[in-house]
């Protein structure tokens, strides 16, 4: 099953999809929210940043990669729109005065609106209006989050828990937008603040998945886990979240931005066998 959000009242288009596991069904949500590059006009209207930037700042292919979820019996929630028009693993209030008119006077240049892409490259011709904001919150944001929390409750109804996966991929090196350039990251990055989003049994399912294949793991460095984690990983409520990082180069050549045919299988049956599991582990 599909689900259309509006992105313009004159012209709807697919701003997210949502795929519906076909037989039988897991207590597992997977969300995609930055494998997207679709840009509206009026918010390209808005951008500087090198059509270039829109693809290395994007999670390409991770979609793709997870792929399989839904046989798995998982749902899959995937955006389609760039995070240059709305980074929706943001909070939507993260926002300041250099990337919103009237904005929080602090320096947030990722925030729910980007100002810059990770390579310090300016990536607003100007502040966007305020109205300009509201309007990506109301038409992108807002229904995408309301989607992604109707499924999570959804799963809670029927199971009693649910384990929310959000996909993610990572650049192989830190760039000079991160907070941690040159630095040669782990193939495998899951974030839980700290252990603190979701059950240790949710936590280390990743680990020996990526061990049995060689790659190399390291818990919440660079990424603890983003808005989602945080917002949606409440273990007491009995909603467990986990942010995966995979690393591109497992899979993509990170300059011409090129599926490695082989490589890509890999990593897609490792996206499977991780959701597989996910769905047995009791809580």
């Known amino acids: 099953m599909r689900s259309r959000g509006t992105w313009a009242?004159?012209?709807?288009?697919?701003?997210?999809?949502?795929?519906?596991?076909?037989?039988?069904?897991?207590?597992?949500?997977?969300?995609?929210?930055?494998?997207?590059?679709?840009?509206?006009?009026?918010?390209?209207?808005?951008?500087?940043?090198?059509?270039?930037?829109?693809?290395?700042?994007?999670?390409?292919?991770?979609?793709?990669?997870?792929?399989d979820a839904p046989a798995e019996g998982a749902t899959l929630l995937v955006s389609h729109v760039s995070r240059y028009v709305c980074d929706l693993n943001r909070a939507e209030d993260d926002v300041d005065a250099l990337a919103v008119e009237t904005g929080r006077s602090r320096s947030a240049p990722h925030g729910v609106i980007w100002r810059?892409?990770?390579?310090?490259?300016?990536?607003?011709?100007?502040?966007?209006?305020?109205?300009?904001?509201?309007?990506?919150?109301?038409?992108?944001?807002?229904?995408?989050?309301?989607?992604?929390?109707?499924?999570?409750?959804?799963?809670?109804?029927?199971?009693?828990?649910?384990?929310?996966?959000?996909?993610?991929?990572?650049?192989?090196?830190?760039?000079?937008?991160?907070?941690?350039?040159?630095?040669?990251?782990?193939?495998?990055?899951?974030?839980?603040?700290?252990?603190?989003?979701?059950?240790?049994?949710?936590?280390?399912?990743?680990?020996?998945?990526?061990?049995?294949?060689?790659?190399?793991?390291?818990?919440?460095?660079?990424?603890r886990g983003g808005f989602s984690t945080g917002f949606y990983g409440r273990p007491r409520e009995r909603q467990h979240a986990l942010q995966v990082e995979l690393s591109r180069r497992l899979y993509m050549d990170e300059t011409t931005l090129a599926k490695k045919s082989n490589e890509f299988e890999k990593v897609r049956d490792y996206c499977r066998e991780l959701v597989a599991h996910l769905a047995a582990v009791e809580l």
Not at 23 to 50: F, K, Q
Not at 154 to 159: A, N, P
């Open 116 to 223: 810059s892409t990770t390579e310090n490259r300016p990536a607003l011709v100007a502040p966007i209006k305020r109205a300009e904001y509201e309007r990506r919150l109301e038409l992108i944001y807002r229904p995408y989050h309301a989607a992604l929390a109707r499924l999570l409750q959804e799963r809670i109804d029927r199971f009693g828990y649910v384990v929310l996966l959000c996909a993610h991929s990572m650049p192989s090196r830190g760039r000079e937008g991160h907070r941690d350039p040159g630095t040669f990251r782990a193939d495998v990055v899951p974030g839980s603040r700290g252990g603190t989003t979701a059950d240790a049994a949710v936590i280390k399912v990743p680990d020996a998945l990526a061990s049995a294949r060689g790659w190399s793991v390291l818990h919440d460095e660079p990424y």
């Open 9 to 67: 009242r004159s012209r709807p288009a697919l701003l997210f999809s949502i795929v519906e596991p076909k037989s039988r069904v897991a207590p597992v949500v997977v969300e995609v929210p930055h494998a997207g590059l679709s840009v509206d006009a009026l918010a390209l209207a808005t951008l500087a940043a090198p059509a270039r930037s829109l693809a290395h700042d994007a999670d390409l292919y991770v979609d793709e990669l997870y792929a």
